[in-house]
C-alpha cells in the first residue's frame, strides 16, 4: 500500500474509520491524496458540448462550430492548470506508475458510454514517442479493457512545425495514421479513444483512415477535454 501521494508526495492516511468499515464497501488503497484529487476538475454533470464535450454554456461551443461537422467525442476532466501538471509528470517525465491515478475512474466511463456493437481502438504513438518515452499512455489509462491495436501512427519527427502551421494548413493536412496490415475493420462501429481532446484534429485523422478503411462509425472518448 503506498504510503505517499503519488502526485504531492504528502503523506496519505490510508487508516479506516468505523463508519467507512461498516459500510461494508470494496476497498481501494488511496493513489492520491484529498488535496490532489480535488483539484481536477470533473465534466461528468455538467453542461458540456452535445459534440466534443468540452465545458460550455451553449449547445455546440465556438470549436465545434467551426469544425461543421458531425464528430462526437465524450470526456471526463477539464484540460486544466492541474492536468496539464499532471500530463507533464505522467507522459513528459515518463512516470508510468501515474496511469493508475486516472485508470479506474476511466475505464468505468468508458464502460458506461461503450454500446454493445463498439470495438475499442486506442489513438497510438509515434514510433519515436515510443521509443523515448517507453509506453502508450493511452493504453496506460485503459487496462482492464479489451481493444484492438489496428492503427499505427506515422507521424514523422517535424512535430515541432506543427505549431508553426496555420490552423488551416493543420486542418487539411491528410491523417497520419494507416490502419495495421491484416486488420479488417469493415462495417466495425468505433469507439477511439485518446488521452486529451485539444484541437479535435488527431482523433479526426484516426477517423478518417477508419472510415476510409470500411469503418461504419466512429466516435470518440478522451480523459479530458
Ligand atoms: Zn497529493
Ligand atoms: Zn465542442
Redesign the pocket.
Known amino acids: 500500500m503506498l504510503k505517499s501521494?503519488?502526485?504531492?508526495?504528502?503523506g496519505l492516511n490510508n487508516n479506516l474509520d468505523l463508519s467507512f468499515i461498516l459500510s461494508f464497501r470494496k476497498i481501494t488503497p488511496k493513489l492520491?491524496?484529498?488535496?490532489?484529487?480535488t483539484s481536477f476538475s470533473t465534466l461528468v454533470d455538467h453542461k458540456t458540448c452535445i459534440r466534443c464535450g468540452k465545458l460550455s454554456a451553449i449547445l455546440e461551443c465556438a470549436d465545434c462550430q467551426q469544425w461543421n461537422d458531425q464528430f462526437v467525442n465524450r470526456a471526463m476532466f477539464q484540460y486544466d492548470e492541474a492536468m496539464r501538471n499532471f500530463f507533464q509528470h505522467y507522459k513528459f517525465q515518463g512516470d508510468y506508475l501515474l496511469r493508475k491515478v486516472f485508470q479506474d475512474q476511466f475505464v468505468n466511463f468508458i464502460q458506461k458510454i461503450l454500446k454493445e456493437n463498439e470495438l475499442i481502438v486506442p489513438i497510438p504513438v509515434d514510433e519515436s514517442t515510443m521509443t523515448s518515452r517507453g509506453f502508450n499512455q493511452v493504453t496506460g489509462l485503459m487496462e482492464g479493457l479489451d481493444w484492438k491495436d489496428v492503427l499505427i501512427n506515422q507521424r514523422s519527427n517535424d512535430s515541432l512545425h506543427q505549431f508553426q502551421r496555420s490552423r488551416r494548413e493543420r486542418l487539411q493536412q491528410d491523417s497520419s495514421f494507416i490502419l495495421k496490415s491484416g486488420c479488417d475493420i469493415s462495417g466495425e462501429h468505433i469507439l477511439l479513444v485518446d488521452d486529451i481532446y485539444t484541437t479535435g484534429a488527431t482523433l479526426r485523422q484516426a477517423r478518417t483512415t477508419l472510415l476510409r478503411n470500411g469503418a461504419t462509425q466512429v466516435r470518440s472518448v478522451t480523459l479530458c477535454r
Request: proline letters at 0%.
Open positions: 501521494c503519488l502526485l504531492c508526495n504528502r492520491v491524496c484529498e488535496g490532489c484529487i
